[in-house]
């Protein structure tokens, strides 16, 4: 079982990012007195019986989020296994009235599992591949693949090692998912143009892979990992309980060992030297999980950074709106196209800081 009061904290940034609104997660929050099964008054139970309001009324998109959050943050039995399958089943459901579509993958260690748009062997499309963090499944973040669409890119959103659907081990060989999928779709894809889009924990999977594959030609990273989160010893003891279990849960060692477990994934200043590739980076300066001096790191050794920094916490849920629009400005940057689009999308964003700067002083 997980502790509540960690769980409602850290699920609010979640919540935000899928657009359930405030008064709708609190009266849900409100409703959960401890986290044992499914039974009344449980996690699941609260966030199933708020998704299968959405399902009754036929808005399958708005039930799946909330299946999403039954199952988080991620699935320790039976309970939260069923409400995985059913955010899943629905989702399945919403996407038959879209262009999206389903591709598995069996590699070394286990299935991938993911979702796609655009592709297509007689026009092959510039690639964005998705990819969250270590407590959000793909399904969270598929909506985007129609915005690709939209941009004239072909899309992938796919789940970190252990997460969701993703039956592999998270660990040192974990940055092979990334040019693994790429050839998977290389076919059907312009996979030398792949943009990456890779937030909190996979981002650090990015910048690894980036080094390594010349396809991937520009990285979107939110809150990653880069150096001091698997170094600092200090930093890993105050850590949340909840990211430390979820980070057992997906290498599968015992929580005392996932530090040395993860020790490899580390990236080198000499590493982040060698990328030519721009790279666009959002922090939160109060982030819980994402030691400060990562941050560093990527502005001392990174050629082409483009840096925002938010007063926030992890994942800066005070920021939402400003981090999609700057996302995908940021595409639109990296695949070199639609200026005027670009310059109104800056325009909202000083706007949204602007208004965030006024909040804060008064």
Not at 202 to 220: E, Q, Y
Not at 299 to 310: F, P, S, Y
Request: aromatic share 6%; net charge neutral; charged share 25%.
């Amino acid at each position: 079982m997980n502790d509540i009061a960690e769980l409602k904290q850290f699920v609010v940034v979640h919540a935000k990012a899928q657009g359930i609104p405030e008064a709708e997660y609190r009266r849900v929050l409100d409703a959960v007195e401890h986290d044992d099964g499914d039974g009344p008054g449980s996690w699941v139970r609260a966030w199933t019986d708020a998704g299968r309001e959405h399902e009754n009324a036929g808005r399958l998109l708005e039930a799946f989020r909330r299946h999403n959050m039954a199952r988080f943050p991620y699935v320790d039995g039976p309970a939260r296994g069923a409400a995985l399958d059913r955010c899943v089943e629905v989702f399945d459901r919403w996407r038959g009235g879209t262009a999206i579509e389903r591709l598995d993958l069996d590699l070394p260690g286990g299935r991938v599992r993911s979702w796609t748009t655009g592709l297509s062997a007689a026009d092959p499309k510039p690639l964005l591949l998705v990819i969250g963090g270590i407590v959000s499944v793909k399904e969270q973040w598929a909506p985007v693949l129609l915005q690709a669409a939209r941009l004239g890119l072909a899309g992938v959103v796919t789940e970190m090692p252990g997460v969701g659907e993703n039956t592999l081990r998270y660990g040192e060989d974990s940055p092979r998912l990334l040019p693994a999928i790429l050839d998977a779709v290389a076919d059907r894809a312009d996979a030398a143009r792949t943009y990456a889009v890779a937030l909190s924990f996979s981002g650090n999977l990015a910048l690894h892979a980036a080094a390594a594959d010349p396809r991937i030609r520009g990285v979107i990273l939110a809150g990653a990992p880069i150096i001091d989160f698997f170094t600092d010893e200090a930093w890993q003891r105050a850590l949340p309980s909840v990211t430390v279990d979820t980070l057992a849960h997906l290498t599968g060692a015992d929580r005392a060992k996932i530090h040395d477990r993860l020790r490899p994934l580390a990236l080198t200043p000499g590493l982040l030297a060698s990328l030519d590739i721009p790279v666009y980076s959002m922090a939160s300066r109060r982030d819980e999980i994402i030691p400060p001096g990562d941050t560093g790191h990527l502005r001392r050794h990174l050629k082409d950074l483009r840096l925002v920094e938010n007063d926030d916490v992890h994942g800066s849920p005070r920021h939402f709106l400003e981090t999609r629009l700057w996302i995908v400005r940021s595409l639109l940057e990296l695949s070199g196209g639609r200026r005027p689009q670009r310059a109104v999308l800056g325009a909202l964003i000083a706007a949204q800081r602007a208004r965030a700067r006024l909040r804060r002083s008064s």
